[in-house]
């Protein structure tokens, strides 16, 4: 029953509320109070404005202790409570208060062990359970902070078991079951989601997660910050990490520094690297230890175990295959995308440096659609334009720039520039080529030391010959296995095919040379005959001024036996120019061009190689015994690459005139020695 027990107890009946066994037994001054249930607010004697409800809820507390509200069994009720403005509601909650002031406990046991700690919230099942002196700390939920004796002040926990080993850590937030569930002395963290920063002995500070299971692991890692479901999950003394987005960052056990990583599974494999930037799923996805490399794409970066440092991929699958490589930039879908050692390249563009291994070093290859995208091991190339140089392996130092300009075949080459659609398209091993225009020196394959200057210069002959130089318009456009050709001037030299050593300069110089060599044409003339300077329409001068004849420079001397015999077997005629016609097809196109300059009428003398031929077999002398007579023919029966061109199938044989020359002398020799002989003859008779 409630009862006053003296005189002064009775006076302060007016101002006091008890009903139960005991309650304010022990008030004396006390004013204002409210006491319901058994031994309730019992030990108080000068307490006011306070409220205890429930069996010995505040029953501890003697004095000074005001404005409290204890609601529940032993609430408030076992220590004496000095503090004042406390507010504890369920069984046990606040029931080791002293001084404490200003605290709010809702639940059973919340901030059950708490002694002078002041303004703070607990309110949950145990909530701030162990705690005893902490301060300004909030704690909602079953457990929350709750496992130990947090002397750390200004920690918010929201959810159950939430930031539940909690010493000294201060100012830390966890929203979440469990989340920091395992920190210690952490700081200044904020952890929001199911075991969010939840499994780790966190101590260290200003880190960032939300999500569930982001910076799962992590024990020493200061300022990270997490957000998606298992971001950065692994990391545990990694500092100044940025992972968003699922599973970002959160494979492998990073140590690593200063890395951001935004995306599904970017940066997942990461461990010790440092300094990186993944943005897209999956960017960066297999690196472990690279540093201060950027992939921005899904996929960039993602399919090698990347160790190289600097690389910077934009675009999907960019770098994709990239391990050791360094220094490399590439930008566009694909582009380098199956390098793996290669550095200091650049490849922009879609398919760009992309379509094999590229372990070389130094190229740049910029345009879609496979720019150098065959790349092995060459170094120091530049390909600009789709399919430039797209074919190229192992070439080196080479220039492409153009759509398909040296793009067809497997270069191997060095040293070559190619500026032009489609110029040095064939190129294979040839070295040291320059091809400037549209389609110059477009199926050049192994020839080197050319050089091709405009459209279609030296242009579609399949060029094995080297030292020729075409300049102009369809300059030496036939050329195949022709060396040191110079042609200047719009369609000169067209028809040089295998011919050497000719000159043409000016538009359709020297147009009807096609296996001759040493011809010099200079003007809008044509002249086949070797050795001999054409100006201008007239032959005014021998193309060779002098030829070598020291005896020192020759060997195997011997004096010649051909004379009249050789000259007497001769059939010297005179004859006009049977020019070829243009080759058609039914319908009247073009196939093949034919003779522009043997057109003429003139009636011109000389001699028949054929004839000459015949000459040589009479007097029992093979192909090599003279060399007036030429047979391009003969001369390429063991190579198979070789083939004659429409223009030249009747012309592949030749004279050169300035070898008969001797056997003419030979025979004047003869004839006056024979004229020498007469004359003694008449002398004597």
Same mark, same amino acid.
């Given at each position: 029953?409630?009862? /006053?027990?003296?005189?002064?107890? +009775? ?43 429930? $069996? ?105 078991? =939430? ?16 989340? %920091? ?23 260290g500070i200003q880190n960032v ?36 987005g699922v599973l970002a960052m959160g ?46 794409? =899904? ?27 360094? !220094? ?7 582009? %380098? =995308? ?102 110059? /020196? ?24 080297? !030292?020729?130089?075409?300049?102009? &318009?369809?300059?030496?456009?036939? /050329? ?90 001769? +059939?010297?005629?005179? &004859? ?19 003779? $522009? ?89």
């Open positions: 029953m409630a009862y /006053l027990r003296d005189r002064e107890q +009775r006076a302060l009946r007016s101002c006091n509320f008890a009903a139960g066994i005991d309650p304010l037994k022990s008030l004396t001054t006390g004013t204002n109070n409210i006491a319901i249930g058994k031994l309730a607010l019992t030990a108080a004697t000068n307490q006011t404005d306070s409220i205890a409800i429930g $069996r010995s809820a505040l029953a501890g507390a003697v004095n000074d202790g005001n404005n409290n509200v204890a609601i529940g069994v032993l609430a408030m009720g076992v220590a004496d409570v000095a503090g004042s403005n406390n507010i504890g509601i369920g069984n046990a909650s606040m029931d080791a208060l002293t001084s404490g002031a200003c605290n709010v406990a809702i639940g059973a046991d919340a901030f059950g062990a708490g002694t002078t700690g002041a303004r703070n919230v607990a309110i949950g099942c145990s909530a701030l359970g162990a705690s005893t002196t902490t301060c300004q700390s909030i704690a909602i939920g079953s457990g929350a902070m709750g496992a130990t004796d947090t002397t750390g002040v200004a920690n918010i926990a929201l959810g159950e078991n =939430a930031m539940n080993a909690l010493t000294s850590g201060i100012c830390n937030v966890a929203i979440g079951v469990d989340a %920091l569930g395992a920190s210690t002395t952490g700081c200044w963290n904020v952890a929001i989601g199911d075991v969010a920063m939840g499994a780790g002995v966190v101590t997660a939300i999500g569930q299971c982001p910076l799962y692991q992590l024990t020493t890692g200061l300022c990270n910050v997490a957000i998606g479901h298992g971001a950065l999950a692994l990391s545990t003394s990694g500092c100044l990490n940025v992972g968003i494979q492998a056990i990073t140590t690593g520094k200063c890395n951001v990583a935004i995306g599904v599974a970017s940066m997942d494999a990461l461990t010790s690297g440092g300094n990186n930037t993944a943005i897209g799923k999956n960017a960066l996805g297999a690196s472990t230890t690279g540093s201060n490399n950027v992939a921005l794409g =899904a996929a960039a970066m993602s399919g090698g175990d990347v160790t190289g440092q600097y690389n910077v991929a934009i675009g999907g699958s960019t770098l994709d295959a990239v391990t050791t490589g360094a !220094h490399n930039i590439a930008m566009g879908l694909n582009a %380098l =995308a199956a390098s793996t050692t290669g550095c200091q390249n650049i490849a922009l563009g879609y398919d760009a440096l992309a379509g094999a291994d590229t372990t070389g070093i130094n190229n740049i290859a910029i345009g879609g659609y496979g720019a150098m995208d065959a790349l092995t091991t060459g170094l120091c190339n530049i390909a600009v334009g789709v399919h430039a140089l797209g074919a190229s392996t192992t070439g080196c130092l080479n220039i492409a720039i153009g759509l398909t300009a040296m793009g067809a075949c497997t270069v191997t080459g060095i040293c070559n520039i190619a500026i032009g659609k489609s110029s040095m398209c064939d190129l294979t091993t040839g070295r040291y080529n320059v091809g400037l225009g549209v389609s110059a /020196l477009e199926e050049l394959t192994t020839g080197c030391y050319n050089i091709g200057i405009g459209i279609s210069a030296i242009g579609t002959g399949v060029v094995t010959g080297s !030292h020729n130089v075409g300049i102009g &318009y369809t300059t030496l456009y036939d /050329l195949t296995s022709g060396l040191s050709n110079v042609a200047i001037g719009n369609e000169s030299g067209a028809n040089v095919t295998t011919g050497c050593h000719n000159i043409a300069i000016g538009t359709q110089a020297g147009y009807g040379v096609t296996t001759e060599g040493n011809t010099m044409n200079i003007g809008q003339v044509n002249s086949t005959t070797a050795n001999l300077m054409c100006l201008g329409g007239s032959c005014v001068m021998a193309a060779v001024f002098t030829a070598t004849s020291d005896c020192r420079s020759k060997c195997k001397i011997k004096d010649l036996p051909y004379g009249l015999d050789f000259i007497n077997l001769l +059939r010297p005629v005179s &004859y006009k120019w049977k020019p070829q016609a243009d080759k058609l097809d039914k319908n009247g196109n073009l196939i093949e061009k034919g003779e $522009r300059y043997h057109s003429h009428q003139r009636t011109m003398f000389g001699l028949l190689g054929q004839q000459v031929k015949e000459t040589l077999t009479k007097l029992g002398l093979s192909y090599n015994d003279f060399a007036g007579y030429q047979d391009q023919e003969y001369e390429n029966k063991d190579n198979p690459a070789w083939k004659k061109s429409y223009s030249m199938e009747d012309k592949t044989i030749s004279l050169a005139y300035d070898d008969f020359i001797a056997p003419l002398i030979k025979s004047v020799q003869e004839l006056s020695a024979e004229v020498t002989e007469l004359k003694a003859q008449l002398k004597t008779t």
